[in-house]
Every structure is written in C-alpha cells, then in structure tokens.
C-alpha cells in the first residue's frame, strides 16, 4: 500500500478518495496492447531515467561479463529499446552473446525482434518468446537474467524470482529493476489492486524476498525525473499517454470525477524545474549473483 507518510492530509485525503472511486467502478481495464505500447514509448521519452539506468547497466554489469561468451534473459523486454543499447554494450567485450526476451505484449515482441535482429550476427543470437514469463518454454541458464520494470506485471512475483534464480548460471546474476513505493506509483498501486486482484510489488518487497531467504543482495537507487510538462492546463496527446502510462488505464474510459481527482494529486506532487513541470522517478536496482 502508498506509504503515508509520504503526503500531506490534502494528499491522503485525495488518495483515500480515488480509493473509493475506483473500488466502486463495475469496470476498469488494463491498457490493451497497443495502448500499453504506445502510451509506454511516449513515457519513456519524457524520461531521463532509462538513459541513466543504461549507463549504470553497462558500468557495473555488462563491463564485467565473459570476454568469451555470455547468455542474456531479459523478462518483459518490452519493445527492446533498453536491451538493444546494452547488447551494443555487450557486443564491443563478449565474443558470443545469446540474447533472449520473454515479452507477452505481441506488439511489443514484434518490435524487440526488429530492433534487435538489426544487430543479429554470427557473434549474436537473438530469440524471443511470447509468453508470460513461468510458462518456461526455455530450458537453459542465464549468465545474466534482467527484470527492468517487470516484476509489477507477475502474477506471482515471488514465484517468478524463484524461477529466475534458478535459470542462473554459477556465477550468473541476476538484476532486478524496480520502483520505490514513493508518490508517483500511489496511483498505480490502487488501479494494479482492482485490476490484478493484489497490491502491486515495489522496492522493500524485493529486498524483504531476499532477505527471507537468507540471500545476500545489493540495492542501489537511481534518481530520475519525468516531464510532465504536457500534462496539465491543456493537456497534449502526449500528455494523456504519459498519465495513462502513469495510472495503467485510460484516463478517458474514468468518470470525470475520478479523472480530476487522479490530476490534482498528480498536481500536488509535482515540481518545478525552469520552465519544466517534473515528478520524480527514481529506481531501485537489485543485484545478487549465484554461487
């Protein structure tokens, strides 16, 4: 659940009432396909995290793989536009990289196939399964195993760690990229609640997985920021996306008033960068490596 002490009493007033609203809606769909995809290429354009994600990625993991060979699992790849900059990454080290993405999005797979078949060689072999990830069509291990931003979609978030560490290599890693449960995601939370039947899974929840376990990890948070400049006042096309994107839901399928009380807290939350209107938007990276 959003962390309280998080917001002021206008704030948790807000959240408390979206609350309701939603709980009271007959009806409240994810974002089909094609809205997902379109609605998350537009959000990630109005971010700076995936670039600073990219350099860490490419700093701490992908310097360090097998000069020889390397198996990559990317879980929820999404349209492939993080994981084609890190295979370029991997490509200028590794000798041989066998890359897989498991991505149940169709249109999100057929784009990860495009863009990463571009660098298809005798030095790299790209595969990608269409399927949720559990269904484990693959049988083979991972050097490195990624969930950028995918856990929150699993229907059983614990479970799919648990396959995950077990599709490592000795010596493989695995990284996991998710968010802190900080105000940009209270939202989200309460929409993934009604739609998926359960709370939604953040940064203390990987980091409690680990430690039930007795399993040594490493976190490390990235500050972000993302523009939202187009968002309010007079809102753009783009704008509407980046807050459906933000609410997993079209905001034009909500009743009015369920809309207006989603953009004051969305307001409320905001700051002020020059001429820029931003909100926060940190990740947590999670690392552990097999032994």
Known sequence: MWAIEQHNTDQIDLIESIDLAVTDLKELSPLNDGDYALCLETFEENSDQRLALLDWLEAKIISKMSRRSSSILSVGCGPGTLDEQLLRSAKTRTEHIAYLGIEPNRIEAAHFLKKMKAQKSDQVD?????????????????????FVHSLYYMDDRNKAIDLALNS???GGQLVICIAPDEALNAIANLIWQRQMGQES???????????????????TQIDAKLNVSDCFDFPTEAGRRIIDFIIQTRTDK??????QMIFEFLISICETD?????????VDIFTYKNS
């Not at 020059?274 to 940190?282: A, D, I, Q, R």
């Open 274 to 282: 020059g001429s820029k209107t931003k909100l926060s938007h940190p």
């Open 201 to 219: 899974w953040f940064s203390d929840d990987v980091r409690n997985y680990f430690e039930a376990r007795g399993l040594e990890f490493r976190k």
């Open 254 to 259: 909500l009743p009015n008033s369920l809309g």
């Open 168 to 170: 490592l290599t000795p």
């Open 126 to 146: 790209i595969s990608i399964l269409i399927e949720p990830f559990g269904d484990q069509s693959f049988d083979q291990s991972f050097d490195l195993i990624l």
